[in-house]
């Protein structure tokens, strides 16, 4: 049994930053392929990044070049740092987790991940 929890979430204002932190109990290892999504209400959950078992990273073209993921696998946690955030960030963050061994490309474009985090929201105001 795998749980993911996020912590980190919270409101600020344009162009500020955040840091999410999920961290991963239970059966989950290294092996595991973690990833960051979000969601607006009344629209389809995306993917943001996603780090995989062989360290490669995969970033949504909205997040290039403003978010940054990072895996502390002692620690069994992801992080998203996330800067510049503006309104269209305003979303709720989910964590997820699978260990079926496809790329974190496929993972965020399918959302077919075993394992998901509550979410937190995150609030980004002008």
């Known amino acids: 049994q795998v749980h993911l929890a996020e912590s980190g979430g919270g409101s600020v204002q344009s162009g500020g930053s955040l840091t999410l932190s999920c961290v991963g109990s239970?059966?989950?290892?290294?092996?595991?392929?973690m990833a960051w999504f979000r969601q607006v209400p009344g629209k389809d959950r995306e993917g943001v990044a996603s780090?995989?078992?062989?360290?490669?990273?995969n970033y949504a073209d909205f997040a290039k070049g403003r978010f940054t993921v990072s895996r502390d696998n002692a620690k069994n946690t992801l992080y998203l740092q996330m800067n510049d955030l503006q309104p269209a960030d305003t979303a709720t963050y989910y964590c997820a987790a699978d260990r079926l061994g496809y790329s974190g490309t496929w993972y965020l474009r399918t959302k077919q991940l075993k394992h998901w985090g509550q979410g937190i929201l995150v609030t980004v105001s002008s």
């Open positions: 239970g059966d989950i290892y290294s092996g595991y392929v």
């Open positions: 780090f995989d078992s062989d360290k490669k990273i």
